[in-house]
């Protein structure tokens, strides 16, 4: 089992940055894929990037590519999204997924945090 909490959250201007962290509990943390994923009132939730479990390998939705970067610490059971040069269509709630896998498809990931709300006003 693992546990995830999301934090870092808030209200930004277009243009900032802010970075996420997701908090994992358990010791097979560092065996999992994590994925962040969002979404928007309305829509579904979308993939936004993933990281593999030794962090060497990394995917971005084109959406968000140069602008933010997905990282992991095993050692503090955490991984951080980095999101510069945020735009109004960021605005979304934003999850952490923890998976065997690292993949853009939320039903392969097996634990999911409660997500954190991003609001960046124009």
């Known amino acids: 089992q693992v546990q995830l909490v999301e934090s870092g959250g808030g209200l930004v201007q277009a243009g900032g940055s802010l970075r996420l962290s997701c908090a994992a509990s358990g010791r097979t943390f560092s065996r999992y894929s994590m994925g962040w994923f969002r979404q928007a009132p309305g829509k579904e939730r979308e993939f936004v990037a993933a990281i593999s479990w030794i962090g060497d390998s990394t995917y971005y939705a084109d959406s968000v590519k140069g602008r933010f970067t997905i990282s992991r610490d095993n050692a503090k059971n955490t991984v951080y999204l980095q999101m510069n040069n945020l735009k109004p269509e960021d605005t979304a709630v934003y999850y952490c997924?923890?998976?065997?896998?690292?993949?853009?498809?939320?039903?392969?990931?097996?634990?999911w945090g409660q997500g954190t709300q991003v609001t960046v006003s124009s």
């Open positions: 997924a923890a998976g065997n896998l690292i993949t853009t498809t939320p039903s392969r990931y097996d634990y």
